[in-house]
């Protein structure tokens, strides 16, 4: 099954979205995704592929994890979703051993709260800070991601918890991350999301600060953009 479905990828292959797909993905020398290879396809035209692979045996779905285009992890990602239900402990134990191959900020973003968030609901969540103490930049993008999953629950307290873990990490893909995570929480509940800028927001990077007060006022972005060190 999953040569049908390399094959099938393949042959829908396009090359001027594959070469618009590197450049955006940063995949030169030295950029986060420095490597990847895409085939280039939309996201609905892989989703669409991957339906008709959705009951692939796990082996198989974790070697396409292993695939050398970013599309065919992108699809083994989605066929793990599908079949969490079935067998989430086994499903999350392929993703944790795997971290390596879910490596751009578009991969984690499709799959970490719905299968390593979702996981841990009722769970110990101790794998969370250790993503989050990694030196890997997509395991404390996973670990921060993840707790959106708990957020639409208004459980916020290891996001929060990661949150300061990473407030001061040097990466701008979390940075946005972190961001994006505090806006989620107080779109939910501000003065949670206000506690914790009144304690950090001075010593923020400008960009999480920015992704954080998206959705505040004009008077109080301007309020704390204000007192954000240059």
Known sequence: ??????????????????????????TGKGDYGEGDK????????????????????????????????????QGALFI??????KNPKKIVEIYLRNTKYINNWDLVDISAHKIVGRYLENKDRAILYKLANSKDLWEK????????????????KDAINISEILLHDS?????????????EIGKKDQEVEEEF????????P???????????SDEKRKFYMSKVNK
């Open 197 to 204: 800028l009144k304690k950090y927001h001075q010593e923020m």
């Open 38 to 73: 895409f085939l280039g396809m939309r996201v609905p035209t892989l989703r669409k592929v991957c339906k008709k692979y959705n009951n692939m045996d796990l082996n198989e779905v974790e070697e396409l994890l292993h695939g050398e285009f970013h599309e065919f992890r």
């Open 141 to 156: 993008r996973i670990s921060i991601i993840s707790c959106f999953w708990f957020i639409k629950d208004k459980d916020f």
């Open 206 to 216: 400008r960009t999480m600060l920015r992704y954080s007060i998206e959705k505040f």
């Open 1 to 26: 099954m999953i040569e049908d479905m390399k094959k099938e990828l393949l042959d829908i292959a396009d090359p001027v979205l594959a070469k618009n797909y590197s450049r955006f993905f940063k």
């Open 171 to 183: 990466h701008d893909l979390i940075h946005k991350a972190v961001g994006w995570v505090l806006r």
């Open 80 to 85: 793990l979703i599908h079949q969490y239900e």
